[in-house]
């Protein structure tokens, strides 16, 4: 086709005026596929440290955490005569260890289960959580702290008594007297074990794409399996294979997961119902993860288990995200906030130099285009010729953005540029030592500083977005110098002297 | 200068001239033309009151000194301005009344244009600038190839036909353009200074070319020229100034 063959002819044999244009619109798409590039690496690097936070798709974590306060009238005081009646069935005197029951000289090897931080609620919430609506998903989760004590029991009385309230915050409640059997054989071990739901994985505490070694749990099957952590596995040498004993129950060591930043680092995993059962925890759950209909519907469905659910604390993902600090959230605001502006920018000015170009060629071509309309060429022939130059040149910027764009990115990657994130925990953000009131830290949640590389990614998406720009922008052009064309007169073929 | 055989070209059709009341031979008729360019004070008549006709295969030559309005009468008789007032026909049709889009069509259909710049598409091979002219017209490539083959034969140029006009002389330049203002088989042909560019023995060449023109293929021909010897040649010089007809020296019986 002729309108073909006369754009190409012009965007080949005028190629310094179609590099200019082309590289024009192609900074602004380069730079908007690398701004791009970096904001998604950036949200990636959130995600991951974020991510082992709760399950991939949870949207909300629900439980009854303990109110603790530093003002002096903190500690099992401080809380409600339900809860520590709650605290005392649960816990009992000596953290569940009956003391004053050993005999000196004998032999002891007993697994004590207690809740830990948070009380627990029976599971049969779950079902009226489901119920509230736009919950797309529920799953429980239980986490207690297995006090191990074995050895002989010494010839020492040890008399433990319940100490009476009033005492500040951190050591409040019941001390464990593990201070007390030091100086005999007996030895304490204190390791935390979640139960979860390994039905639903992505709302589990552990989820399969944490799994480092071995495999997640199986959905049926063998009731003995353990998930253990990484640093758990390293201090006490375990190994995909390994066995473990809870309870008097041998488990099968079938998974290391990867610690998490910041989330309920247990030690053990292993599924609710054993665990349940295993503990004397029966149909005790102390979370609930809840999965929003739509991202959309978080706070609206937040907001409501708040209010029917009494005693309960939500979490959302964003109130997890408000606890990541760092060069990482600063790079992010960063990103967010200059990010978008950059592009607009960018953009805009890759389209008003595209424009103007486009503009000073058709002032070049007066007599050029005012021949074409003296020798019969309609106004719509004209703009469509400047339209198809223009537009070529936008596909031109396109692809070379696009390059410029990539590499960019790639060079980005290349500079291994780290951020740090700092997690800080849900209780010292609220100002308590919760994590301390029961003398133990275990199961607490972690903080901690993470280094996250930046991994700047271009998807297929944002390619074509990048392209589909570039085309625009030379679209815009075109149709700005092809208005111009159009309004020239053909007497311009004969008067303009070049 | 290479011998090269012309084809004869037609003259209009029957429908082109169905429409109008004009007969066969008249091309154009002008009557009470002016042209002023811009209005008030710094108002310029640049044609005053201009009376003119043309009829088929005449070869009609515009002279007069700079400034005269020459290039204004070829820009109203090519439909590429309007005049201030008057009335002009062309194949009996009043320009006057059409709109843009009517005069488009009859700058693509009936009239053929040379330029004393020539004016090709410097990124367009010869034969790529001659086909601009039947570009918009509803024909295969492989018509349009032919025609264009044709065309470039008939200018003498068949062997030029992929070259840019930067690797073609002034004469050959001028040459395509002719070919190209004749690819619609116009009923007139209206070129500016079509030598004034060229040095003697190309513009010789464009002479014999638009003679041969009008002798084998009956073309009306309208052109301006400052040259003595292309004026001669025509069969007809109409002499202005300060936008009036000076002269009208019609061809003898004979
Ligand atoms: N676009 C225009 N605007 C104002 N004046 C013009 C314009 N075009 C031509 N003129 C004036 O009209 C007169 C005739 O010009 P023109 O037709 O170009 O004469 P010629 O071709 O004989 O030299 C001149 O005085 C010229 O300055
Ligand atoms: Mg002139």
Request: aromatic share 4%; glycine share 12%.
């Given at each position: 086709?002729?309108?073909?063959?006369?754009?190409?002819?012009?965007?080949?044999?005028?190629?310094?005026?179609?590099i200019?244009?082309a590289?024009?619109?192609?900074?602004?798409?380069?730079?908007?596929?690398?701004v791009?590039?970096?904001?998604?690496g950036?949200?990636?690097?959130?995600?991951t440290?974020?991510?082992?936070?709760?399950?991939?798709?949870?949207?909300?974590?629900?439980?009854?955490?303990?109110?603790?306060?530093?003002?002096?009238?903190?500690?099992?005081?401080?809380?409600s005569?339900?809860?520590q009646?709650?605290?005392?069935?649960?816990?009992?005197?000596?953290g569940?260890?009956?003391f004053?029951?050993?005999?000196?000289?004998?032999?002891?090897?007993?697994d004590?289960?207690?809740?830990?931080g948070?009380?627990?609620?029976?599971a049969?919430?779950?079902t009226?959580?489901?119920?509230i609506?736009?919950?797309?998903?529920?799953?429980?989760s239980?986490?207690?702290?297995?006090?191990?004590?074995?050895?002989?029991v010494?010839?020492?009385?040890?008399?433990?008594?319940r100490?009476?309230?009033?005492?500040?915050?951190?050591?409040?409640?019941?001390?464990?007297?593990?201070?007390?059997?030091?100086g005999?054989?007996?030895?304490?071990?204190s390791?935390?074990?979640?139960?979860?739901?390994?039905?639903?994985?992505?709302?589990?505490a552990?989820t399969?794409?944490?799994?480092t070694?071995g495999?997640?749990?199986?959905?049926?099957?063998?009731?003995?399996?353990?998930?253990?952590?990484?640093?758990?596995?390293n201090?006490?040498?375990?190994?995909?294979?390994s066995?473990i004993?809870?309870?008097?129950?041998t488990?099968?060591?079938?998974g290391?997961?990867?610690?998490?930043?910041?989330?309920?680092?247990?030690?053990?995993?292993?599924?609710?119902?054993?665990?349940?059962?295993v503990?004397g925890?029966?149909?005790?759950i102390?979370t609930?993860e809840?999965?929003?209909?739509?991202?959309?519907?978080?706070?609206?469905v937040?907001a409501?288990?708040?209010?029917?659910?009494?005693?309960?604390?939500v979490?959302?993902?964003?109130?997890l995200?408000s606890r990541?600090?760092?060069?990482?959230?600063?790079?992010k605001?960063l990103?967010?906030k200059?990010?978008?502006?950059?592009?607009?920018?960018?953009?805009?000015?890759?389209?008003?130099?595209a424009?103007?170009l486009?503009?000073a060629?058709?002032?070049k071509?007066t007599r050029?285009?005012g021949t074409?309309k003296?020798?019969?060429?309609?106004r719509?022939?004209?703009?469509?010729?400047?339209?198809?130059e223009?537009?070529?040149?936008?596909?031109?910027?396109?692809?070379?953005?696009?390059?410029l764009?990539?590499?960019?990115?790639?060079?980005?990657?290349?500079l291994?540029w780290?951020?740090?994130?700092?997690?800080?925990s849900?209780?010292?953000?609220?100002?308590?030592?919760g994590?301390?009131?029961?003398?133990?830290?275990?199961?607490?949640i972690t903080?901690?500083?993470?280094?996250?590389?930046?991994?700047?990614?271009?998807?297929?998406e944002?390619?074509a977005?990048?392209?589909?720009?570039?085309?625009?922008?030379g679209?815009?052009?075109g149709?700005?110098?092809g208005?111009r064309?159009?309004r020239l007169?053909p007497?311009?073929a004969l008067?303009?002297v070049? | 200068?290479?011998?090269?055989t012309?084809?004869?070209?037609?003259?209009?059709?029957?429908?082109?001239?169905?429409?109008?009341?004009?007969?066969?031979?008249?091309?154009?008729?002008l009557?009470?033309?002016?042209k002023?360019?811009?209005s008030?004070?710094?108002a310029?008549c640049?044609?005053?009151s201009?009376?003119?006709?043309v009829s088929?295969?005449e070869f009609?030559?515009?002279v007069?000194?700079?400034g005269?309005?020459k290039t204004?009468?070829?820009?109203?008789?090519?439909?590429?301005?309007?005049?201030?007032?008057?009335?002009?026909?062309?194949l009996g049709?009043?320009?006057?009344?059409?709109g843009?889009?009517e005069?488009?069509?009859?700058?693509?259909?009936t009239?053929?244009?040379v330029?004393q710049?020539?004016?090709l598409?410097?990124?367009?091979?010869?034969?790529?600038?001659v086909?601009?002219?039947?570009?918009?017209?509803?024909?295969?490539s492989?018509?349009?190839?032919?025609r264009?083959?044709?065309?470039?034969?008939?200018?003498?140029?068949?062997?030029r036909?992929?070259?840019?006009?930067?690797?073609?002389s002034?004469?050959?330049q001028?040459?395509?353009?002719i070919?190209?203002a004749?690819a619609?088989?116009p009923?007139?042909?209206?070129?500016?200074?079509?030598?004034g560019?060229?040095?003697?023995?190309?513009?010789?060449?464009?002479?014999?070319?638009?003679?041969?023109?009008?002798?084998?293929?009956?073309?009306t021909?309208?052109?301006?020229?400052?040259?003595?010897?292309?004026?001669e040649a025509?069969?007809?010089?109409?002499?202005?100034?300060?936008?009036?007809i000076?002269?009208?020296?019609?061809?003898?019986p004979?």
């Amino acid at each position: 086709m002729f309108f073909f063959k006369y754009i190409l002819s012009e965007l080949r044999r005028r190629r310094g005026r179609t590099i200019l244009t082309a590289l024009g619109l192609a900074v602004g798409v380069a730079l908007v596929v690398m701004v791009n590039g970096l904001s998604t690496g950036l949200d990636n690097a959130q995600a991951t440290v974020l991510k082992p936070l709760t399950g991939i798709g949870t949207d909300m974590s629900v439980s009854r955490p303990l109110k603790v306060t530093t003002n002096g009238k903190g500690g099992f005081a401080a809380l409600s005569k339900s809860q520590q009646e709650q605290l005392r069935s649960e816990v009992g005197p000596g953290g569940g260890v009956n003391f004053a029951s050993l005999k000196a000289g004998s032999k002891v090897d007993t697994d004590t289960f207690r809740a830990s931080g948070n009380l627990t609620f029976s599971a049969t919430k779950l079902t009226s959580l489901s119920k509230i609506s736009d919950v797309q998903a529920v799953a429980g989760s239980l986490t207690l702290t297995d006090t191990h004590i074995s050895g002989t029991v010494p010839k020492i009385k040890i008399t433990q008594s319940r100490t009476s309230g009033g005492r500040h915050g951190g050591g409040g409640g019941f001390g464990p007297a593990s201070g007390a059997l030091n100086g005999g054989s007996l030895t304490t071990a204190s390791t935390s074990v979640t139960g979860v739901d390994q039905t639903q994985p992505t709302l589990a505490a552990v989820t399969p794409s944490q799994i480092t070694k071995g495999s997640y749990f199986t959905s049926g099957g063998n009731a003995y399996e353990a998930i253990v952590s990484t640093g758990y596995a390293n201090s006490a040498n375990l190994s995909v294979g390994s066995k473990i004993t809870l309870g008097g129950k041998t488990f099968d060591v079938i998974g290391i997961s990867s610690a998490p930043l910041g989330g309920t680092a247990s030690d053990i995993y292993v599924k609710l119902a054993t665990l349940q059962k295993v503990s004397g925890y029966t149909g005790q759950i102390d979370t609930a993860e809840v999965e929003a209909a739509s991202a959309s519907d978080v706070t609206a469905v937040a907001a409501t288990i708040s209010k029917d659910f009494t005693g309960s604390s939500v979490t959302t993902a964003s109130d997890l995200a408000s606890r990541v600090s760092g060069s990482l959230t600063d790079a992010k605001s960063l990103s967010s906030k200059l990010g978008t502006a950059l592009e607009i920018i960018a953009l805009i000015a890759a389209v008003l130099i595209a424009s103007l170009l486009t503009l000073a060629s058709v002032a070049k071509r007066t007599r050029e285009i005012g021949t074409l309309k003296a020798i019969g060429w309609s106004r719509w022939q004209v703009v469509r010729q400047i339209c198809g130059e223009a537009l070529g040149q936008g596909v031109a910027g396109g692809v070379i953005g696009v390059l410029l764009g990539v590499g960019g990115i790639a060079a980005i990657d290349a500079l291994g540029w780290t951020l740090k994130a700092t997690v800080a925990s849900p209780a010292a953000a609220a100002g308590g030592g919760g994590g301390g009131f029961f003398g133990q830290a275990a199961a607490a949640i972690t903080s901690g500083t993470t280094a996250v590389k930046i991994n700047a990614t271009a998807s297929i998406e944002l390619i074509a977005i990048a392209v589909g720009l570039a085309i625009l922008g030379g679209l815009v052009s075109g149709a700005i110098g092809g208005l111009r064309a159009a309004r020239l007169r053909p007497a311009a073929a004969l008067r303009t002297v070049e | 200068m290479p011998s090269t055989t012309l084809e004869p070209l037609p003259t209009p059709t029957a429908s082109d001239l169905a429409e109008g009341t004009a007969t066969l031979e008249s091309i154009y008729g002008l009557s009470g033309v002016t042209k002023t360019y811009g209005s008030g004070a710094t108002a310029v008549c640049a044609l005053d009151s201009i009376d003119l006709t043309v009829s088929a295969g005449e070869f009609l030559a515009i002279v007069g000194a700079s400034g005269s309005g020459k290039t204004t009468l070829l820009q109203l008789l090519g439909a590429l301005d309007r005049p201030t007032t008057g009335r002009i026909e062309l194949l009996g049709r009043d320009l006057t009344s059409l709109g843009e889009r009517e005069l488009t069509r009859l700058r693509r259909d009936t009239i053929g244009f040379v330029f004393q710049q020539f004016n090709l598409i410097p990124t367009l091979s010869a034969a790529d600038n001659v086909e601009v002219a039947i570009a918009t017209r509803h024909e295969s490539s492989a018509q349009r190839a032919e025609r264009v083959a044709e065309l470039l034969g008939s200018v003498g140029l068949a062997h030029r036909a992929q070259h840019l006009p930067s690797q073609l002389s002034g004469g050959e330049q001028q040459r395509v353009a002719i070919a190209r203002a004749l690819a619609n088989r116009p009923a007139v042909l209206l070129a500016d200074e079509p030598t004034g560019n060229l040095d003697t023995a190309s513009g010789s060449e464009i002479l014999e070319l638009l003679e041969r023109l009008v002798a084998e293929g009956n073309q009306t021909i309208v052109l301006i020229t400052h040259e003595p010897r292309i004026a001669e040649a025509a069969q007809r010089t109409i002499s202005l100034k300060d936008g009036r007809i000076l002269s009208d020296t019609q061809p003898g019986p004979g």
